[in-house]
C-alpha cells in the first residue's frame, strides 16, 4: 500500500491508465515526474535539515536555485526519455543551452506568476518539489480578497477541490507549484469575482461524472473542479490530468483555463 503523496498519485496515475487509454501516454509520464519529484523532495528535506529554508517564497535566494540547476539535466534526461515527442525534444534542445541558461531559466520561472512557455512549465515541475518543501516549513497566510490567488506563492490555483462538509461539501483551491490549498466560497469565479450564478454554469460528462468543468460567463475562464463526495478514491492532481478530453471541450466552447497544471496542460 503506498504511503507517500508521490507514490499514491503514482498509483492513482496507473489505476487511471486501465480506465482511460487516451490518458495512458500523459500518465505514464507523469509517473516517472511524480518518482522524481519525490526523491529530490527527500534530498532537499534532508538538506532543509542543517540549513534552515527560507520563511516564505519571496525570500528564497539565488543561490538555493543555483544549486538545484546541476539537477536540472537529470530532469531534462527524464523528460527527454519519457515525455511526449514534444517536450522530448525540447528537453533536449534545454541541455544543449548549457548549465548557466538553465540556472536564469529556473531563477527566472521561480517568479514567474505564469510561465508563457513549455520550457517555462517544465522548469515549474522541475522546481515544484522546492517550492512544496518552502511552504510546508512555514504558516500558510490566510486568504483575502474575491480573487483567487495562492497565499503562499501567489500563483492562480490550477484545480478546485470539494470535499465532505456536514451534510454538503467544501470548496477549495489546490495551487499546482506550491501545492497549498485553501477555502474559497463556492459561487464565485475565481478568476474575475462574478457572483451572479446564472453567469457561473457548471459542465459535467458522463466519464467524468466526479469532476466539475466550472466556468463563468463574465471572463470566459474555467477551472475544473474533483468532487471527492462522488469519488473518494480520486485524486485531485491526478484525475485533473487524465480528464484533459475535458479542457478540449471547454476551449471548443470558449473558454480559457484560469491557470494551465503543472505539465501545462
Request: with cysteine; glycine share 6%.
Amino acid at each position: 500500500m503506498p504511503h507517500s503523496p508521490w507514490q499514491q498519485r503514482m498509483q492513482r496515475a496507473q489505476d487511471l491508465m486501465e480506465q482511460h487509454a487516451f490518458a495512458a501516454e500523459i500518465l505514464e509520464f507523469y509517473v516517472q515526474v511524480a518518482g522524481f519529484q519525490e526523491a529530490l523532495y527527500r534530498q532537499l528535506e534532508r538538506a532543509a535539515r542543517r540549513r534552515p529554508l527560507p520563511d516564505s517564497i519571496d525570500d528564497v535566494s539565488a543561490e538555493p536555485l543555483s544549486l538545484l540547476a546541476s539537477q536540472f539535466d537529470s530532469f531534462l534526461s527524464l523528460v527527454r526519455k519519457y515525455g511526449p515527442a514534444p517536450l522530448a525534444k525540447l528537453a533536449h534542445e534545454l541541455r544543449e543551452r548549457g548549465n548557466d541558461f538553465s540556472r536564469d531559466l529556473l531563477q527566472n520561472m521561480w517568479r514567474a506568476q505564469t510561465p508563457s512557455d513549455a520550457q517555462g512549465f517544465l522548469a515549474q515541475a522541475f522546481l515544484q518539489p522546492y517550492a512544496e518543501l518552502v511552504r510546508s516549513q512555514a504558516p500558510l497566510p490566510p486568504a483575502a480578497g474575491s480573487y483567487a490567488s495562492c497565499p503562499f506563492c501567489h500563483r492562480k490555483p490550477s484545480l478546485g477541490v470539494l470535499r465532505p462538509m456536514g451534510e454538503g461539501a467544501a470548496r477549495s483551491l489546490v495551487c499546482g507549484f506550491c501545492l497549498a490549498e485553501w477555502t474559497f466560497r463556492r459561487l464565485v469565479c475565481p478568476a474575475c469575482g462574478e457572483e451572479d450564478d446564472k453567469k457561473l454554469p457548471v459542465f459535467t460528462a458522463s466519464e467524468f461524472d466526479y469532476i466539475r468543468v466550472e466556468c463563468c460567463e463574465a471572463c470566459k475562464t474555467y477551472l475544473k473542479t474533483i468532487d471527492l463526495t462522488k469519488n473518494g478514491r480520486a485524486d485531485p492532481l491526478v484525475d485533473e490530468l487524465a480528464s484533459a478530453p475535458l479542457d478540449l471541450w471547454a476551449r471548443e466552447h470558449g473558454y480559457g483555463k484560469l491557470q494551465p497544471n503543472l505539465l501545462g496542460m
